[in-house]
C-alpha cells in the first residue's frame, strides 16, 4: 500500500489525513507554517451554533499529532513532484525550526529572556512577540521556533540569551534546510486561502483609519486569547463601541478586483454582530450587503435570530465612502434603497474581505501541473467535485472555491475517499 500525501494543514487538510490514517493508510502532512490549524485556529466561534471553534479544531490537531499513521512536516514545502498516479515521488523542503521540536517542553523560558519584539502574525499584528515564540497555545507541534529574520543568532556577544535559558539545551543554531524524498499513491492538496487587502480599497481608510478593521481582526480582538483577552475595543482609545458597521463585498463582486462572491461573508458578518452583542448587550451592529447569501442548513434562521434577538440590523446599499470625523468617529456615507445619500456615525468599522487564492495555489498549480479556473481556484470535475485535472491529485477546501468549515470538511472526506482508492488494493468481489 502507498502512503498518501496532503499538502495543507488547515481543518481540511487534516480532516483528509484522519479519514485516510483511520483507513489504515500512512499520510504525510506537509504545513509550510510553523503550526497546523490553518485559519480556523483565528477564529473565536463558528456559525451557525456559535460553537467555539478551537474546541472543534484542538481535538482535531491533537488526534493529527498523536496518530501512528500520519507524519507531520511543518516549515515545509513541496519542491517538485514527479511520476504518475499510483507511482508519485515528492520531494519537500523543511526548513529548520532551530529547535528541537521532541525535545521542547513550551516552558516559554527562551522567549522571556529574548530582547526582539515583532508583530504577531497570529493576532495579525494587534500585538507583539518575541524572535523565538510558539505560533499559539494549541500549536500542533508545541514547540517554540526561532525566525532567523529576526533573531540575533548564537553569538554570546550579539545576544545567545535563549541558549542560555533553555535548561533542556533544546536550541541549535546549527540547524540546515532538509530535502525529504516521499513516494506516494496519491496526493490531496488542502493550501486553503488568504483574503483581500483593502488598502487597494482607499475609500475605506483601511490603515489611515485604526477603527476600520478586518474580520479577521475583529475575530482576534473579540477572543479570549486574542490581543485584548476578549474585551471587544477601539483600537484608537480602548473604548467599547456603542456602533458598529459590517461592510460586505470588499473586493468580491467587483469587475475591478474579484467578480465572484465569497460564499461565507454574510455569515461571517451576521456572527460577529452576534457576537458583539453578547460582549457588550447595549451594542447596536448594522450590517451593508449587496445580497444575503444564507443557503447552509440552518442559515436563514440564524439571520432571523440575529435580527429578533440580537438587534442587527440589515441594510441593503454598498458603503461608497468612510471619513473620520472631528470626534474621532467613523461616517458610513451610503446611498438607501430610494437612492438617496444617508449618512451614519459609527465607532469601529469591519470589513468582509474577499476569499482569494493564496500565493501556493499558482505555484503549485506549477508544480503539479494542474489547471486553475477563472478566478485562480484549482479546477475541479464537475462530476466528481474533488478531482482537480491530473489523475491521483484530489483537492478541498477553499483552494478549490470558497467555502466554510462544514463544506471544507465534507470535501476533505471526500477527497480522501477518492485517493484511497489509488492506494488500497481493492478486492475483486465479483465471481
Known amino acids: 500500500m ?43 466561534k463558528t456559525f451557525p451554533t456559535n460553537d467555539c471553534s478551537t474546541c472543534i479544531l484542538s481535538p482535531k490537531m491533537v488526534d493529527c499529532a498523536r496518530h501512528p499513521k500520519i507524519t507531520i512536516h511543518t516549515l515545509a514545502e513541496v519542491q517538485a513532484v514527479d511520476g504518475e498516479a499510483g507511482d508519485f515521488t515528492a520531494q519537500v523542503l523543511k526548513r529548520p525550526r532551530y529547535v528541537d521540536e521532541h525535545a521542547c517542553t513550551a516552558c516559554g523560558d527562551c522567549a522571556k529572556v529574548c530582547p526582539i519584539v515583532r508583530p504577531d502574525e497570529f493576532q495579525m499584528g494587534l500585538s507583539t512577540r518575541r524572535a523565538i515564540y510558539i505560533p499559539f497555545p494549541q500549536a500542533i507541534p508545541q514547540a517554540y521556533l526561532s525566525d532567523p529574520a529576526d533573531c540575533l543568532g548564537k553569538d554570546p556577544i550579539a545576544c545567545g540569551r535563549c541558549i542560555r535559558a533553555c535548561q533542556k539545551g533544546c536550541i541549535d543554531f546549527d540547524m540546515t ?18 483574503t483581500f487587502d483593502p488598502v487597494a480599497l482607499s475609500e475605506y481608510g483601511y490603515t489611515r483609519y485604526p477603527d476600520v ?22 483600537l484608537t482609545d480602548r473604548k467599547e463601541p456603542s456602533v458598529i458597521g459590517f461592510i460586505q463585498c470588499v473586493g468580491s463582486r467587483s469587475l475591478k478586483y474579484q467578480r465572484f462572491c465569497s460564499s461565507v461573508c454574510c455569515m461571517h458578518a451576521t456572527k460577529e454582530a452576534i457576537l458583539a452583542r453578547e460582549h457588550l448587550p447595549d451594542v447596536k451592529s448594522y450590517i451593508f450587503y449587496t445580497d444575503l447569501r444564507a443557503s447552509g442548513k440552518g442559515f436563514r434562521q440564524y439571520i432571523d435570530r440575529a435580527q429578533k434577538e440580537y438587534d442587527v440590523e440589515y441594510i441593503r446599499s454598498r458603503v461608497a465612502q468612510i471619513e473620520e470625523n472631528e470626534d474621532g468617529r467613523l461616517v458610513f456615507h451610503y446611498e438607501d434603497e430610494n437612492s438617496r445619500p444617508q449618512q451614519m456615525v459609527v465607532d469601529l468599522a469591519v470589513l468582509a474581505t ?52 462544514p463544506q471544507s470538511v465534507a470535501q476533505a472526506s471526500g477527497a480522501a475517499a477518492r485517493a484511497a482508492q ?6 475483486d468481489i465479483e465471481e
Open 354 to 405: 474577499s476569499l482569494i487564492p493564496g500565493p501556493g495555489v499558482a505555484i503549485l498549480s506549477r508544480l503539479l501541473g494542474l489547471e486553475l479556473d477563472e478566478y485562480g481556484f484549482f479546477r475541479t470535475n464537475p462530476f466528481s467535485p474533488t478531482d482537480t485535472t491530473r489523475e491521483g491529485v484530489f483537492t478541498c477546501g477553499c483552494c478549490r472555491g470558497p467555502s466554510d468549515i
Open 2 to 44: 502507498k502512503d498518501v500525501l496532503v499538502i495543507g494543514g488547515g481543518i481540511a487538510g487534516i480532516q483528509a489525513s484522519l479519514d485516510l490514517a483511520e483507513m489504515g493508510i500512512q499520510v504525510h502532512l506537509v504545513e509550510k507554517s510553523p503550526s497546523i490549524g490553518g485559519r480556523m485556529a483565528q477564529l473565536d
Open 177 to 194: 534546510e532538509t530535502v525529504i524524498e516521499l513516494a506516494v499513491g496519491a496526493i490531496v492538496v488542502a493550501v486553503g486561502m488568504e
Open 422 to 427: 489509488y492506494v488500497m488494493e481493492i478486492k
Open 213 to 234: 478593521i478586518t474580520g479577521i481582526e475583529f475575530e482576534r480582538l473579540i477572543c479570549a486569547s486574542g490581543p485584548s483577552g476578549g474585551h471587544l475595543i477601539r
